[in-house]
């Protein structure tokens, strides 16, 4: 590895330009969301390995094959709905298979392709966990919001991943994570 910077961020070169500083109400905003982002993710996830025994990342793999009728996933679908690589879901496919959360299968369209499926237990944990969680994001977030305060939330959210979206969706999802 060296450490020479990249000369392009995005479509910017980043030798003849110069940098948009942020501004000081700017900056301020910034850094209160990842701080935000941090304790609440991080907040959230204690809760849910002391009442319900998984992490949230289980919970986030969990989620999307409990919506699912037959609660199973192609994997590289999986990893598209979570904003994934395909190497980081392989991995915690193989930590929650071991602990019986899920089973991953081959695909019988197409053998180059895994199916990751929800277990009965795996489904007993999300229904068990569910309640919890949604009551803990409520209490710490949504409680504490006014009705202009969530709508601005939204399109800010909504706007993010608008612009960001496609670009997730180009590079197969490496690096854009999907809500919990």
């Known amino acids: 590895m060296t450490c020479q910077p990249k000369r392009t961020i995005g479509a910017v070169n980043t030798q003849d330009a110069q940098p948009r500083w942020l501004d000081e109400a700017e900056q301020r905003a910034w850094r209160a969301y990842l701080q935000m982002n941090a304790v609440l993710t991080a907040h959230l996830n204690r809760e849910m390995q002391e009442d319900a025994g998984i992490s949230l990342v289980d919970f986030a793999v969990l989620v999307p094959l409990s919506e699912r009728p037959d609660g ?6 999986l990893a598209g709905a979570l904003g994934w690589e395909k190497s980081r879901l392989s991995h915690q496919v193989g930590r929650m298979e071991r602990r019986g959360l899920v089973e991953k299968r081959h695909c019988a369209e197409d053998r180059r392709s895994a199916v990751v499926v929800l277990t009965d237990c795996g489904r007993r944990t999300i229904a068990a966990a569910a309640p ?6 409520r209490r710490q977030l949504f409680d504490h919001l006014t009705g202009e305060q969530l709508a601005g939330l939204t399109a800010v959210a909504e ?4 612009r960001l979206g496609p670009a997730c969706a180009a590079s ?3 690096g854009c994570s999907a809500p919990i």
């Open 72 to 77: 199973s996933m192609r994997a590289r679908d």
């Open 159 to 162: 706007g993010v991943v608008e």
């Open 132 to 137: 919890t969680h949604v009551a803990s994001v």
């Open 172 to 174: 197969g999802g490496a």
